[in-house]
Every structure is written in structure tokens, then in C-alpha cells.
């Protein structure tokens, strides 16, 4: 579709190198600052679908914005300017290599994982006599590699990470301190819309000076499931599916086309209609979360707009 932005390739003054992740790409300018851009590319159980879903750039990307300023007295983040609705400009970071997943529910991966009879996820217990999307007594950590664009993103323990030294013991505490704060802090936040935070991810890298922030996004839809608070003991109750709020009806779409992104299974066509379907569900997303309307960026040329703000911006 011609209104999605789906592949960049700008080159901005003083850029040392891009990098062209699932969906955003960050490019590096004099080793100093990262312009990252949220593109309209759609990925689900890591692989990227051959269509862009308009207006999803800019939602990440709004809501990542927001929730950063909400969270930013808990947690530092590398945040410095939004000139462009789809971009981010912060200070450059060293990611660390791993991903911290935090849930306070059962489900997604988790539930999936449970139904197959393990008990134990990166080397946290679950309970037993689990129903799918029940509440853990406690939220859990339950980290994954860092997948390259294409690859999938690997379950790993606290104990593994510090036994193969991907982060120091020193470090890891910290991100774990900062992973329960903003999830308590996005609970709250998720309570005041009507929301329940289930599940999410965090990432986090070091600045120059060796400062460890929070990275990429928070809160958003392709980062976190959500469901709606009104209704939720009930559905429980009566063992019925719960209102999410996250991008897992495309992998439930996906799913009932026969496609779990395991080897030799094709991806099913998108229709335009379904992706129209898609872009209003990530607007209601957003509307949700946020509390706010959604105003939608100009896209008669993405690209255009984008290089002309970056550039603005960068000149100043």
C-alpha cells in the first residue's frame, strides 16, 4: 500500500551506519546520537509480513514516546527528540543482548508453553492448576535473547545469561530493579484506561558514560498485551477468551491460516481489506492506551516528510 513507510534508506549528515532491525531502523550519527525510525512493517512470531500496516509506525512510536515521559522519573531512557511522528532521536547506547520479559499473566508464549506441561520457564516456576490468562502470584522475569532480524528470540534463565557472561551480575540487578518498576508503573498507568498490563518486554543499553537507560520502546501493542479490566473476572470464570488489547489477533490470524513461523510453512496473503482491519485495531490500540485520539501524520510521501524533519532537526 502506498501510504506505509515498509524500507528507508536515508542518508543523513555525519551517518555512520544503519541498522535495520524487525521493524525500526536506527541510524548512527557521528557515533553520538540514533535517529530511529518506526517503520509500517508488521512482525509476528519474528518474522516480518510482506505488507506494512499504515499508520503503525507512527502508533509505536507515539505511545513509546508517551510512556517513556510517563516512566522517566523511575527509569532513564535515551530519549532526546521526537522531530517526526514515526522518529526518535536519543543518545547513542551499547543494547545488551538480551530482552527483559516481565508477565504478570498467564498467557501468550507462557500459556502456550504451560498447555505443552512445562512448569518451568527460563528457570522460573509456574504453578500448577493454571488456567490460561489467570494472574501470577507474583509478576516473573522471563528473559530472551536478542534475536537478528529473521531469527527468532530465545528463552534464557537469569542463571544462563550470568554463566555465559552475555551481562555482568552487577548489571543484570539493575535491569531487573528497572524491569519490576516499570511494570508496576505501566500497570498503574494501564489501570487508569480500564487496562490490565498482562505481558512485555523491555530493552535496555548503556550510554557512553556508562549509564544504563531504557532503549527502543515501552508499552506499545507489538511489546505488550493488554487486556480490558471490565469483564476480565468473568471471562475467567466461564473459560472464555479474554479482550486483548495487543497484536496477538494477527498471530491468532496467522495461527488459523497455518502459520506459526516454523520451517517450511508460507506466510498467508494480507489482504487490503484485512490490513485496513489492522490499522484501525492499532489506532484503537492506541486510543486506548493512551487516552488520547489519534491524529494521523500526513502520508501522501512519508519519506519526504520524515528526511525533511530528520534534517531540520539535525541542523539545529
Known amino acids: 500500500m502506498s501510504n506505509t513507510i515498509t524500507d528507508t534508506n536515508f542518508n543523513f549528515p555525519n551517518q555512520k551506519s544503519v541498522y535495520k532491525g524487525k521493524v525500526r531502523e536506527v541510524y548512527n550519527i557521528n557515533d553520538e546520537q540514533l535517529v530511529m525510525i518506526a517503520t509500517d512493517r508488521l512482525s509476528a512470531f519474528d518474522v516480518v509480513m510482506p505488507k506494512g500496516i499504515p499508520f503503525k509506525g507512527q502508533i509505536l512510536n507515539q505511545i513509546a514516546t508517551k510512556m517513556m515521559k510517563d516512566t522517566e522519573d523511575l527509569v532513564p531512557n535515551w530519549l532526546v527528540a521526537t522531530p517526526d511522528p514515526n522518529v526518535a532521536v536519543g543518545h547513542l547506547c551499547e543494547p545488551f543482548k538480551v530482552e527483559m520479559v516481565i508477565r504478570g499473566y498467564m498467557s501468550g508464549h ?34 530472551a535473547t536478542k534475536a537478528e532480524m529473521g531469527d527468532h528470540d530465545e528463552d534464557i534463565s537469569r542463571e544462563e545469561i550470568l554463566k555465559r557472561g552475555i551481562v555482568s551480575e552487577e548489571d543484570y540487578i539493575v535491569l531487573e530493579d528497572y524491569t519490576r518498576k516499570l511494570f508496576k508503573r505501566g500497570t498503574e498507568i494501564a489501570a487508569q484506561r480500564g487496562l490490565i498490563l498482562v505481558d512485555t518486554k523491555y530493552e535496555f543499553g548503556k550510554t557512553k558514560d556508562g549509564k544504563i537507560v531504557l532503549i527502543d520502546e515501552i508499552h506499545t501493542p507489538d511489546s505488550s498485551r493488554y487486556f480490558y479490566a471490565e469483564g476480565y473476572q468473568e471471562r475467567q470464570d466461564k473459560g472464555e477468551s479474554q479482550k486483548q488489547l495487543s497484536k496477538e489477533f494477527v498471530r491468532q490470524w496467522l495461527i488459523s491460516n ?59
Open 110 to 143: 507462557a500459556a502456550r508453553e504451560y498447555k505443552a506441561g512445562k512448569r518451568l520457564l527460563c528457570g522460573v516456576p509456574m504453578p500448577e492448576d493454571m488456567k490460561e490468562n489467570d494472574a501470577f502470584p507474583e509478576p516473573i522475569i522471563t528473559p
Open 258 to 316: 497455518n502459520f506459526q513461523g516454523l520451517e517450511g510453512q508460507t506466510v498467508p496473503q494480507m489482504s487490503d481489506e484485512y490490513i485496513k482491519t489492522v490499522s484501525e485495531r492499532y489506532i484503537e490500540l492506541y486510543e486506548n492506551i493512551t487516552g488520547e485520539t489519534f491524529v494521523k501524520g500526513e502520508v501522501s510521501n512519508i519519506q519526504n516528510r520524515i528526511e525533511a524533519n530528520v534534517l531540520s532537526y539535525l541542523k539545529t
